[in-house]
Structure formats: C-alpha cells, structure tokens
C-alpha cells in the first residue's frame, strides 16, 4: 500500500505545481478531495520539534513570531538505502543534502512570496524529503495559531491565520493533527480549540502531546494520553522532543529519538503506554491511518475525477477551440468558421433546420394575396375602358378592332402587377436575412462539435458546477465579436446584390407580358360571341356600352391568364436569382477579400475576450490534472 501515499503525493505535486492548492473556487479543485494529514497547533506548541522528530533532521525555520507563514507541503519517502536528500518543487532537479540550507530555502521562498512584511500567504511550499530513516507520509505544516500581532503585521493577521487553517482542516478528507504542550491548560489549547470546531466527534483528528517532560513535579499526563480528559476516537500520542540546548548544541535526532523511548520505558507514570508514545510511533500510526483513508477514498475519487474531466471537456468545447498563432492556421480557423456558417445558412433553406418554409409561404400566400388585391375589374371600369380605347383612336375612330386600345388597357393594367412582384423579392430578401443573424446565432455550438476533438488535443480545464451561463453558452462566431460583424456585413451586402439582380430580372418577366402579347388569345375572341363577339359588330359606333363592357371583358381574361402564368414564373426567377444565388455563392467575395489580409489583420478578426483566454488556458492545465491523476490512479489500482 506504499504506492497509494507516493500516488497522492505524485498528484498533490502536480496539483501545487498548476495552482491547484484549494483556494481558487473559480476552478475545480482536486487538493481538496486527496487526504492528507495538515499539522495544527499554537505558537511555541512544539509543533517544528514534532515534525523535524518524525523526520529525524533539522530543517525548519526557527526564530521568535511567526515562523511558518506559509503552508509546507512536507512528503517523505523511505529509501532503502543512500544519503538523505531534499527536493522543492520549485527548485526542480535540485538536491539538497545540506539541511541547513533546506531551512535556509524554505524562509527565503517565503519572503519571495509574502515579502519581508511577515504576511502570510496561502500558497504552499513543496518540500520532499527521501530518506531511509522515515515511513511514506505526507504531512501539511500550518502557520502557527496566534492570539497577538507583532510589529510589522496587521491586526488581522490572528484572524487570516485562523482562517487558512480552518480551510484546510475543514475538508472532510483532512487528517488533522493537533499539537498540545503539556505543560499548559488543554482547556486553552489553539489546536484542540479548532480541531472541536470543525470535527466535534474527533473522529479524524489525532492529539499529540508534547513537552511531557517539562511538566511541574507532581503532575502528570496520563488522564490524557488514556483518553479520560479529552477523548478523542483515536489514542493520544505523547512525545518528547529536544529541549533548546539540545537545538543549541545540534544533538543527532536518531539520538533524540533513543532518549525519547528510554524516557518513557523508564518512567513510571508512562511505562505502561510506553509503546504507543514518542515520535517513532507517532509516524508509522500516521502512515498506517494515511494508507486505509486513501484506499477508502480511491473509489470516490476516480467517480469525482471522471465527472469533473467530462465537465472539463464540456466547457472546453463550449468555449471554442483557441486562436492560431501563425497565419495560415488564422486563416484556416476563420475558413472552416464561415463554412459552418455557410453549411448551417443552406440546412435553413434546405428544410434541415426551420426558417426556409417561410420564403414557400411568400410564393403561396403573400404573392398571390398581392395580385388579388390589385382588383384588375376595377381598373378595367367602363369609364376607364372608354377613356383608352377613345384617346388610342386619335381624331379617327378605329375601322376594324381597337387594337391600340387594347394594347394599352393590357399595358396598363399588366404593369400593376410590377409591385406585388417587387413585394415578393424584398420579402425574400428579408427573409433571408434573418436566417442570416439566425444562422450566425447559431454557429459554431454545431461548429464546436467539429472542434472538440481538436480541442481534446489542448491543455485546458474547468470551474466547479456553477457554472457561468453566459460562458458555457460561447460559440465560435460569439467567440469573435469582430468577425462575427465582418461575416455578417458579408452576407447581408451579398444578399443586397442578389436581390437588385432579382428584382431586375422579375420585373423584367413583367415587362416582358407588356411588350409582347399572346396573339392565339384574340385570334380565338371571334369565335365566342357571348363572351366578347366580333368586335366589328360595333364598328360604327364606338360608345356603345355593350362593345366596351365587351373589350373589358376581354382584356380581364388576357390579364388574369398572364397573372396565372406570372404567379408561377415570379417565384422562379425569385429562387433563381435570390434563393440559388445565397446558397452557391454567398460568401464568395469575402473569401476573395480574406485571401489579399496580413497576419495583423487576420488577427483582428480573432480578437477573442483576454478572460476567454485566459479560462481557457486555466480550463485546460485542469483538464491535464485531471487526466494525469486519473491515469495514474487507475495504474495503481489495476496494478
């Protein structure tokens, strides 16, 4: 079970090393689902002593005040033979073998982080420590609790201390290990007072008790080692550490460690526990208890690490793949971005996705109601009918058929139909518009899907599951503010020319009516006396009402057959010139225009939001966390 301590270890490096240390609740974290054992106690509790005895080195700061004013992830590795060393993980491939300057390098990568004005910070150091003379463990020393600020701090800083430790200790996967002096109050103890706080059950927290050996005469420590002043649901752990002359003349610790066990085999008051106390003990039962809460947790945490990696991946494509550096890969991105814009605009008209119906209704409904309220009967009144045949025969009334009043009545009334006609092209046009914006709208949530395997190729990561709507609903053309303008200026100036051509070539089918007439239609009006007769019936009198109401008649028939006619080719040439025209072609020019852009101004068209940017990248490192946490839990495990 060894490899479980060295895989949380492996991990919480990793964690340290991508900003993960539990702070940032912008981002999933995986700090705080790992256990680990954080070392609680007040100042002067003989917190430093404790540790540096479980390691058996000298490698703390010491000094009056705060100290620790930064969380020290301490990892130890047993070795089975070689010389001790110490690696920071922000010193990589530096060893240290010289533990003088392991102290040394812990204050000043304090002072790097914090300054020299004694603040803290929550930023932990990472500190490993390999070694024949330890048990795989990790440990998290925490700044000493304070009840006073010294010069050079805030006021606050009792309280900012207090805080930082509560976040770490509060986690339910927290081992807390809570340092009491014996030689004062445990009523008064920092560490036994918090601990209660966040775990009033005791049932994850081990008291260690330190200074026995400094106690007054008289008394002693055993009601509380045997659980009957304090109980908590694991045994009390007493241990006795080097005095301050000891520290002065640098005693061997191996050589502490054998008078700590001959201090309580010899006593009288603590013979009886003497094989559960001292700092020996106090590491391998921390092992122990380390290995059996990481096995129990490694279930829960390959459930939490393959949601939080689907969650990742989720907002990553959501988010949209990132910008290319050089200027093909820019120019390839804004290419494939307009062809999804471009596919999704055609699956509109096509009827894959809604919208193009609404241009059948145009030819269906509003075309044909348009020509039905032109009401040709009323034009062709009598009196209007009078008016044109009369002006059309000049000073001489016609011999044989009025036929320039014919042509101009026919003239007339066919050009009414010139604005339905036009009414049908601009209600086109602006249909087509709007499956545009539509269409633009809705690129690239389809778009990123296309992107998400290239995405799954990136660094990147996730925020926890209160997620921000307004980021997870990103797609690509939102993406780019300032080509998502350009695409759609180009769409709509496109459409603005097709629609000049259809509505030229259109009216044109109308004039086409005016100036051309079906001859074989008035051949065939001598033949139907009833509905027209022979219209030299009423050559010698021009006025008659019944030759008129006659010539109406006609010309009603001769308009309402080329309207029919017309009601079919308008559409035609409508879908031809307009409909056709946007699905083949509608982003021609701007591709003519992309290819003449520099590098500079291809990447104002990729002008992303810095913060989608930046949470991207975030996003991404996460999801690396992620993946490499989970490879190498399933490795241990399968192994």
Request: net charge neutral.
């Amino acid at each position: 079970m060894e490899t479980l301590i060295s895989l949380v270890n492996k991990i919480q490096r990793a964690c340290t090393a991508l900003g993960d240390h539990g702070e940032d609740n912008a981002l999933p974290t995986l700090w705080e689902s790992l256990p680990s054992i954080a070392v609680v106690g007040g100042q002067s509790s003989g917190k430093s002593s404790v540790l540096e005895s479980i390691v058996g080195k000298d490698f703390l700061p010491r000094g009056a005040g705060i100290v620790t004013r930064r969380p020290l992830v301490l990892q130890l590795h047993k070795i089975d033979e070689g010389r001790e060393y110490a690696e920071f993980m922000h010193l990589p491939r530096k060893k240290f073998t010289d533990f003088a300057a392991v102290r040394k390098e812990i204050a000043d990568e304090t002072d790097r982080e914090t300054g020299r004005s004694k603040q803290i910070s929550s930023v932990p150091i990472h500190l490993s420590i390999f070694s024949p003379n330890v048990v795989n463990l990790t440990l998290v020393d925490l700044p000493g609790l304070t009840k006073v600020a010294v010069e050079g701090q805030p006021e606050s800083i009792v309280h900012d201390i207090e805080n930082m430790v509560r976040s770490f200790i509060e986690k339910p996967n927290c081992i807390i290990l809570a340092i009491s002096p014996a030689n004062q109050d445990l009523a008064t103890s920092d560490a036994i007072k918090i601990s209660r706080e966040v775990d009033p059950r005791g049932e994850r927290t081990f008291g260690v008790l330190t200074k026995i050996d400094l106690m007054d005469k008289g008394t002693d420590a055993v009601d509380i080692l045997e659980g009957k002043s304090y109980k908590l649901q694991f045994p009390w752990i007493g241990v006795v550490n080097r005095s301050q002359a000891d520290i002065n003349k640098s005693v061997d610790m191996i050589a502490a460690r054998r008078r700590e066990r001959e201090y309580f085999q010899n006593s009288p008051e603590y013979g009886h526990l003497a094989s559960r106390m001292g700092s020996e003990h106090l590491g391998k039962l921390l092992s122990k208890h380390l290995e059996q809460v990481i096995k129990s947790r490694i279930p829960g945490l390959q459930s939490l690490i393959s949601k939080t990696i689907n969650e990742l991946e989720t907002e990553l494509s959501r988010l949209g793949r990132p910008v290319a550096t050089d200027a093909g890969g820019k120019l390839y991105m804004i290419m494939e971005i307009c062809r999804s814009f471009d596919q999704i605009f055609k699956e509109h008209l096509d009827g894959t996705r809604s919208g193009g119906d609404k241009i059948y209704n145009v030819f269906d409904n509003q075309l044909p109601a348009a020509l039905k309220r032109l009401q040709f009967d009323k034009h062709l009144s009598m009196d209007n009918v009078r008016k044109l045949i009369t002006e059309a025969d000049g000073y001489q009334p016609h011999l044989i058929a009025p036929e320039q009043g014919y042509r101009r009545l026919i003239e007339s009334t066919l050009v009414t139909i010139r604005g339905p006609a036009e009414s049908a092209v601009d209600a086109v046009h602006a249909i087509l518009k709007d499956l545009v914006h539509k269409s633009i709208s809705e690129t690239m949530v389809d778009f990123v899907l296309y992107a998400q395997n290239y995405v799954r190729s990136l660094e990147l990561r996730f925020e926890n599951e209160e997620i921000s709507l307004s980021l997870l609903q990103i797609s690509e053309l939102k993406q780019y503010p300032t080509l998502r303008v350009e695409v759609s200026a180009a769409a709509v100036d496109s459409l603005d020319r097709m629609k000049e051509e259809s509505k030229k070539a259109t009216l044109q089918l109308v004039d086409m009516e005016s100036s051309y007439l079906t001859v074989e239609f008035f051949r065939k009006l001598p033949q139907d006396a009833e509905k027209g007769g022979n219209p030299t019936h009423s050559i010698f009198d021009r006025y008659n009402d019944s030759y008129l109401r006659r010539i109406g008649s006609n010309v009603l028939a001769y308009v309402n057959m080329v309207c029919a006619s017309l009601r079919n080719s308008i559409p035609k040439s409508v879908v031809y010139c307009q409909v056709r025209e946007a699905k083949r072609c509608l982003l021609d020019y701007f591709f003519a225009e992309l290819g003449k852009k520099e590098t500079r101004q291809l990447s104002s068209l990729l002008d992303e939001d810095p913060a989608v940017m930046q949470r991207r990248t975030s996003l991404g490192k996460r999801l690396e966390l992620y993946r490499s946490a989970q490879a190498d839990i399933d490795a241990v495990t399968w192994g």
